[in-house]
């Protein structure tokens, strides 16, 4: 195979996808926040250690997600109400309240319920019901945060389309 030929990528395309398809084909299976549904996507970081949440939202960011941080579990509630968000990449620890406390004021009110939540610790979540989508305990990639973010954005999607 010579290098002008187009690879088929995927069992299911049924035909050839022209090389520049491919590639974008391919950068968004390795990188799905670069896929531009991704770009849609706004997640708000809550961690209790400043310079972590602001270096979560810039990775965030560098990989195509739309981000917002807070340091508090008060402040995180506010910016879910006031900023639209789809997702929260949340921590436990946090000054003010857990985010187990942050998660079930998220789950009680209406205007949020339906956000994806994350959670993102050091801690052990084996014996917890947390009311989150998802639990990552670090050390975790980026890529697999981000990875986890869009399915669990995308099940609630899909489970709000086929509620209504």
């Known amino acids: 195979m010579d290098a002008g030929t187009p690879l088929n ?3 299911s395309a049924p035909k050839p996808l022209k090389t520049y398809e491919n590639l974008r ?8 926040a670069s896929s531009p549904a991704m770009s849609t996507i706004r997640v708000l970081v809550i961690d209790d250690n400043e310079a972590h949440a602001q270096g979560l939202a810039e990775l965030l960011e560098l990989s195509g997600f739309a981000t917002v941080y807070a340091t508090t579990g008060a402040g995180g509630l506010e910016l879910a109400l006031n900023a639209t968000v789809d997702a929260v990449l949340l921590d436990l620890n946090l000054p003010d309240m857990t985010g187990y406390e942050v998660c079930y004021r998220l789950r009680s009110n209406p205007a949020t319920a339906n956000l994806a939540i994350v959670f993102h610790t050091a801690a052990n979540s084996a014996t917890v019901d947390h009311q989150g989508d998802a639990f990552l305990t670090y050390p975790v990639e980026m890529g697999h945060i981000c990875h986890v973010i869009q399915g669990c954005v995308a099940r609630r999607k899909i489970a709000m389309s086929s509620s209504s």
Do not use: D, M, T
């Open 9 to 11: 990528v995927g069992c």
């Open 25 to 32: 084909a391919i950068e968004w299976f390795l990188y799905p």
